[in-house]
């Protein structure tokens, strides 16, 4: 496997600040599946309404197959603008109680998924993460009449316990970059 660390390129904050040192960090990714946008729609209302810092920007062009999920760019009557090449960060956000915590999100890369798990298992190391969780959202045959299913899963059952899932099946899915980030850090304890 080629070097992780050449993956991402890291903020001077990452070394510089004791106070990044043991936040939890929540993780979502795009791409794949995201049923409803609420990857989406949760990366967006926290970045566009919490202060927050880019601590790690990894490298999408090793990331991401380009032409299976094509960049948008905007053709504006005789030139082209605005060209969106997807982004896949590391932040620090702090909420409205001053309660600071890293979000990792943006596109779900397409290669080098052991090698992207294991870049982001040299941070959460570095920065001391104490707690991850992501989210995810797939589609399931339900009438809108219906409630919704959860699931919850992880290596914490002291955490998941109260959450009220009575759904447990087992099921053999299409694996996501969240499923095997998952597995990688329980692994790796």
Do not use: K
């Not at 040192?21 to 990714?29: E, K, T, V």
């Not at 982001?120 to 992501?134: F, K, M, N, R």
């Amino acid at each position: 496997m080629l070097d992780p660390q050449s993956l991402y390129n890291v903020s001077d904050s990452i070394s510089d600040d004791p106070s990044l040192r043991g936040l939890p960090l929540i993780a979502g990714f795009t791409g794949f599946v995201d049923a409803g946008h609420v990857v989406a729609q949760v990366r967006d209302e926290l970045l566009g309404s919490l202060d927050h810092e880019v601590l790690a920007v990894f490298d999408t062009d090793q990331l991401i197959d380009y032409r299976s999920r094509r960049p948008r760019i905007t053709f504006e009557e005789d030139h082209l603008r605005d060209y969106q090449p997807p982004a896949l960060e590391l932040q620090v956000l702090e909420d409205g109680l001053g309660e600071r915590f890293l979000l990792l999100s943006g596109m779900e890369p397409d290669l080098q998924w052991e090698r992207f798990c294991a870049a982001v298992g040299q941070l959460i190391s570095a920065l001391e993460v104490p707690l991850v969780t992501w989210v995810h959202s797939l589609p399931m045959p339900v009438p809108h009449t219906r409630p919704l299913g959860v699931t919850v899963h992880g290596n914490r059952g002291d955490l998941i316990e109260g959450m009220g899932s009575a759904w447990r099946p087992t099921a053999e899915l299409q694996a996501s970059i969240g499923h095997l980030l998952e597995l990688r850090l329980m692994e790796a304890g």
